[in-house]
């Protein structure tokens, strides 16, 4: 998880204080977070992941699509035979 967290960061070029400022933590709990030395709290997680519009799922590695769900959902309705979920 902590790589997915720290490329996204860093492909929107943002910084760990900037991050840290957003979900009201200090610099070196998110940088631990990045590095895996701590778990992050879920309500952190769905932040993050609203934060980068992306899934707690992908953030978590259970996907790799990067689009929330209810992106997908919209995609589905436009076109039935490219996914199906």
Request: proline share 2%.
């Amino acid at each position: 998880m902590e790589t997915r967290i720290k490329n996204l960061r860093e492909d929107n070029d943002y910084t760990q204080k900037q991050i840290s400022k957003f979900l009201n933590i200090s610099q070196v709990a998110y940088s631990y977070y990045e590095l895996n030395k701590r778990s992050i709290p879920l309500e952190l997680l769905c932040k993050l992941a609203d934060f980068y519009n992306t899934s707690v799922d992908y953030l978590l590695y259970r996907t790799n699509i990067r689009t929330p769900y209810s992106d997908i959902s919209i995609i589905k309705k436009s076109n039935k035979d490219s996914i199906t979920i």
